[in-house]
């Protein structure tokens, strides 16, 4: 897909190949070693996808009605990209449907049933954010350049602004919900990849939460914290955990607990990252992993997007159940922990 940048380069968009050599971070080291008692349990596959037909999945929201929102991504097959709809029991609705050579990217969902999600496009037209109203059809409601890296997206919790990343500009744009120009909220080389070329990537994931926007950087394996001020600027950036190879999206425990579930694309794992920066991984590839790209948290139960960029291209979502007792048993930290 020579259109978007290159087909070397969005190959990689969730699944980059080559991370930022990093030592052991500052924050937290990262325990890859499994617990006697693991955090997450039961896990199993909800739906699987067709890869060679599109079906890789790339961005997971679970709506009021435990419906799921699912990008995928297409472009791997050169198939037009798709945003589907996954019923409670099963049933699949096809909500809109890109251009061959295009991708859509991070979905959300807004207070009044909208659906936002990202379109990457070299067609000036088209490329941006994206908006499906209930009973509604697809419009664009922030214009972003043509071959714009349109990756993670997000929504504050009153519903009026979206926040979306650029993953080699280094940059995180902002648009209302109403829709009209699209402003660089931050532009930072905090947000950009460690090196240019094909296979680096920079921020990625993004959360708005707790007053602020979170956003992971895969090529530094960062996941960082940027306060919104009363002005609605970007405060000082935060590094809340580092050694995250390879990450990609992610979220929190609940509204009230700054524990994440972060997907590391790479290595094919699942990691909790808490307050205090440690992480570590509580789900690898002998659970399923194949190419994880975001995670969705309701209550105790947790959902995967698996893309699949990996021989056999088993690209799927999971589902597994969160052991709070166990999540937390060896923290230190009990402030903004619990599950809400």
């Known amino acids: ?44 596959t909800v739906a699987t996808f067709d890869f060679a037909a599109g079906g890789q999945p790339e961005s997971v929201t679970v709506n009021p009605d435990g419906s799921m929102t699912i990008s995928l991504l297409g472009f791997l097959s050169g198939q037009p990209p798709r945003l589907l709809r996954i019923s409670p029991s099963g049933q699949r609705t096809v909500l809109a449907t890109g251009l ?43 214009a972003l350049p043509a071959g714009a890296f349109l990756n993670g997206l997000t929504i504050t919790a009153d519903g009026r602004t979206l926040y979306s990343t650029d993953s080699l500009a280094g940059t995180i744009w902002t648009v209302p919900t109403t829709g009209g120009p699209v402003k660089a909220w931050l532009v930072d080389p905090a947000l950009a990849p460690a090196q240019s070329g094909p296979g680096h990537f920079g921020a990625n994931g993004v959360e708005f939460h707790d007053g602020a926007v979170w956003v992971s950087n895969t090529d530094r394996g960062t996941l960082l914290r940027v306060p919104v001020t009363a002005t609605d600027a970007p405060g000082p950036i935060e590094v809340v955990a580092g050694d995250l190879a390879g990450v990609d999206d992610f979220e929190f425990l609940s509204d009230c607990s ?52 990996t021989a056999p291209h088993d ?13 937390l048993a060896d923290t230190g930290t009990p402030d903004r922990l619990q599950a809400g």
Not at 110 to 121: F, K, M, T, W
Not at 315 to 327: M, P, Y
């Open 1 to 44: 897909m020579k259109s978007l940048r290159s087909r070397a380069a969005i190959a990689v968009l969730v699944a980059p190949t080559v991370f930022a050599a990093g030592a052991t971070s500052a924050f937290g080291a990262t325990s890859r070693g499994r617990d006697a008692r693991p955090v997450i349990t039961d896990v199993r």
């Open 100 to 142: 061959a050579g295009e991708a859509i990217g991070g979905n959300v969902r807004g207070h009044d049933g909208a659906i936002y999600y990202n379109v990457l496009s070299t067609d000036p037209s088209r490329s941006g954010i994206w908006r499906l109203l209930p009973g509604g059809s697809p419009e664009r409601i922030g």
């Open 258 to 309: 700054d524990v994440a579930f972060v997907a590391l694309n790479g290595p094919n794992e699942i990691a909790v990252v808490y307050p205090d920066g440690r992480s570590k991984i509580v789900l690898t590839v002998a659970d399923g992993l194949d190419s994880p790209t975001d995670t969705a948290v309701r209550g105790t139960r947790i959902f995967i997007t698996d893309s699949g960029n």
């Open 315 to 327: 690209a799927k979502l999971q589902s597994g159940t969160i052991d709070i007792a166990a999540l």
